[in-house]
């Protein structure tokens, strides 16, 4: 194989290095690995050893900050991603090279790069005035591209109109083809390869209904694709992968409330002698510090429902962790015909939960309660795991990944776990990882509250010391 030459902070996996190369030849591509294989990284090699820069990412809203942070943890380069403040500026940030990536969600495509749409609500490219600004770009990554798939939809329009004439334009997808050949035709389109295919017309004559679809695969892996599945690179890969995703979460101004308060309960807290009327303001801290881990838990539900959709658009199971019912009875009441295992349900419906998580193809999702799902069960029918809200100590981390991560399991097991940015939860999450050797002693009589002193302490100095968290 030829060497990569390139200028990631970390060496890619073998495979990840053949993707980057693949790549860095033919420009325009899908990368279509199964989820957890580092599609992410890849992209970023590529468009960081080509130096195509300015780069832009179009992405699913939850995914927007972990890009932020993937590039900017792999490369020496700075990544803004797009909001109001910068709706204007984003061009000058990226013209004076304070910035070399910006990062948007699909649905803000109109928002930032188009000025005018001409006609009726019905309408095509050609009606669409973008902004010149999108000149700019030498590199597009579109992650989660088979959201592109209806060519008459507006954000596939706004999309091919961005790309065109691009030199890398990188599309990620773990399904490419969601349901039928005719999927690719607007992602062929995008890459501007669909010309090699004869054309939509001809594309669909050929694949539409299902034939000479040996003859596709054969075309898109020497043209313009690479896809590699967790089975076939699993002497590459750890048994085990965490992922941290941050996220925004919705409730930002009720959480800054809460937190002021709780700051200034602290500061009396420091300032106060009496070790009784300390040891009382103590607890009641502790319990301020459960309703900032509610909200940052609650203020995270929109974006987690965001990444499950994108998830269980890949085709893959997933398994949920969370801990409030509030949460749980939030997911179930979204994905009404997925399964659950809580604390309120029965042995019997348990039971058949994870039966027919097990069993049934159809289902995809399982939705747990840390407690009642985090010991005694298997869930092998998925490699991925992620937690909405995480247990307060290692071990119990470690034990809700086992649910995948055990006797049965032949692929490497993904976790995720979203991170409220700005929130407790980074300071938690840190604890949780720093303190492995002594998670066990956290725990309060009731499971929930973390009464050690060192916890305390810590949490106590980051509230007064940052108020970002």
């Given at each position: 194989?030829?060497?990569?030459?390139?200028?990631?902070?970390?060496?890619?996996?073998?495979?990840?290095?053949?993707g980057?190369?693949?790549?860095?030849?033919k420009?325009?591509?899908?990368?279509?690995?199964?989820?957890?294989?580092?599609?992410t990284l890849?992209?970023?090699?590529?468009?960081?050893?080509?130096?195509?820069?300015?780069?832009?990412?179009?992405?699913?809203?939850?995914?927007?900050?972990?890009?932020?942070?993937?590039?900017?943890?792999?490369?020496?380069?700075?990544?803004?991603?797009?909001?109001?403040?910068?709706?204007?500026?984003?061009?000058?940030?990226?013209?004076?090279?304070?910035?070399?990536?910006?990062?948007?969600?699909?649905?803000?495509?109109?928002?930032?790069?188009?000025?005018?749409?001409?006609?009726?609500?019905?309408?095509?490219l050609?009606?669409?005035?973008?902004?010149?600004?999108?000149?700019?770009?030498?590199?597009?990554?579109?992650d989660?591209?088979?959201?592109?798939k209806?060519?008459?939809?507006?954000?596939t329009?706004?999309?091919?109109?961005?790309?065109?004439?691009?030199?890398?334009?990188?599309?990620?997808s773990?399904?490419?083809?969601?349901?039928?050949?005719?999927?690719?035709?607007?992602q062929?389109?995008?890459?501007?390869?669909?010309?090699?295919?004869?054309?939509?017309?001809?594309?669909?004559?050929?694949?539409?209904?299902?034939?000479?679809?040996?003859?596709?695969?054969a075309?898109?892996y020497?043209?313009?694709?690479?896809?590699?599945?967790k089975?076939?690179?699993?002497?590459?890969?750890?048994?085990?992968?965490?992922?941290?995703?941050?996220?925004?979460?919705?409730?930002?101004?009720?959480?800054?409330?809460?937190?002021?308060?709780?700051?200034?309960?602290?500061?009396?807290?420091?300032?106060?002698?009496?070790?009784?009327?300390?040891r009382?303001?103590?607890?009641?801290?502790?319990?301020?510090?459960?309703?900032?881990?509610?909200?940052?838990?609650?203020?995270?539900?929109?974006?987690?429902?965001?990444?499950?959709?994108?998830?269980?658009?890949?085709?893959k199971?997933l398994?949920?962790?969370?801990?409030?019912?509030?949460?749980?009875?939030?997911?179930?009441?979204?994905?009404?015909?997925?399964?659950?295992?809580?604390?309120?349900?029965?042995?019997?419906?348990?039971?058949?939960?994870?039966?027919?998580?097990?069993?049934?193809?159809?289902?995809?999702?399982?939705?747990?309660?840390?407690?009642?799902?985090?010991?005694?069960?298997?869930?092998?029918?998925?490699?991925?795991?992620?937690?909405?809200?995480?247990?307060?100590?290692?071990?119990?981390?470690?034990?809700?990944?086992?649910?995948?991560?055990?006797?049965?399991?032949?692929?490497?097991?993904?976790?995720?776990?979203?991170?409220?940015?700005?929130?407790?939860?980074?300071?938690?999450?840190?604890?949780?990882?720093?303190?492995?050797?002594?998670?066990?002693?956290?725990?309060?009589?009731?499971?929930?509250?973390?009464?050690?002193?060192?916890?305390?302490?810590?949490?106590?100095?980051?509230?007064?010391?940052?108020g970002s968290?």
């Amino acid at each position: 194989m030829i060497k990569l030459q390139h200028n990631l902070k970390i060496e890619p996996y073998p495979y990840q290095n053949e993707g980057i190369l693949f790549g860095l030849e033919k420009k325009r591509l899908i990368i279509g690995d199964e989820p957890g294989l580092g599609k992410t990284l890849q992209s970023i090699g590529i468009a960081d050893t080509a130096n195509a820069y300015p780069c832009l990412v179009i992405c699913p809203s939850s995914l927007k900050i972990n890009w932020q942070r993937e590039f900017e943890k792999l490369t020496d380069k700075k990544a803004l991603v797009l909001d109001n403040s910068t709706r204007t500026t984003w061009p000058y940030l990226l013209q004076m090279g304070i910035y070399q990536i910006a990062i948007v969600n699909y649905e803000s495509l109109r928002k930032y790069f188009v000025w005018d749409i001409k006609g009726r609500k019905s309408f095509r490219l050609k009606d669409v005035v973008f902004c010149p600004q999108i000149k700019l770009f030498r590199s597009i990554i579109i992650d989660e591209s088979h959201r592109v798939k209806d060519p008459a939809a507006q954000q596939t329009i706004f999309t091919k109109g961005i790309t065109t004439g691009k030199k890398y334009i990188i599309l990620l997808s773990g399904t490419p083809v969601v349901n039928k050949p005719e999927d690719l035709v607007s992602q062929l389109s995008i890459m501007e390869r669909l010309t090699e295919f004869g054309g939509k017309a001809k594309f669909l004559a050929d694949y539409a209904e299902g034939e000479n679809l040996g003859n596709l695969s054969a075309e898109l892996y020497e043209r313009c694709m690479i896809r590699r599945e967790k089975r076939s690179v699993l002497a590459d890969l750890p048994d085990k992968t965490r992922v941290d995703l941050y996220v925004d979460i919705s409730n930002v101004d009720e959480y800054r409330l809460a937190q002021e308060d709780l700051a200034g309960y602290l500061r009396q807290y420091k300032e106060c002698t009496d070790s009784e009327i300390r040891r009382k303001m103590r607890m009641e801290a502790l319990v301020k510090f459960m309703t900032l881990r509610s909200l940052s838990a609650k203020g995270k539900v929109k974006q987690a429902v965001d990444f499950i959709n994108v998830f269980l658009d890949s085709g893959k199971k997933l398994i949920i962790f969370c801990s409030l019912h509030e949460i749980v009875d939030e997911l179930k009441k979204l994905f009404p015909c997925e399964v659950s295992v809580t604390g309120r349900d029965s042995v019997v419906s348990k039971q058949a939960a994870v039966d027919s998580f097990q069993q049934n193809p159809d289902t995809k999702l399982i939705i747990c309660s840390i407690k009642a799902a985090g010991v005694g069960l298997t869930l092998t029918a998925s490699s991925n795991v992620a937690f909405v809200e995480f247990p307060w100590t290692y071990a119990d981390c470690c034990q809700c990944e086992d649910r995948a991560h055990r006797i049965g399991q032949k692929d490497n097991v993904t976790c995720y776990y979203l991170i409220g940015r700005g929130t407790i939860d980074r300071v938690l999450y840190n604890i949780i990882n720093d303190k492995k050797s002594i998670a066990n002693q956290i725990m309060a009589a009731n499971d929930d509250i973390p009464t050690d002193e060192l916890y305390f302490d810590e949490l106590t100095n980051m509230i007064l010391t940052d108020g970002s968290m």
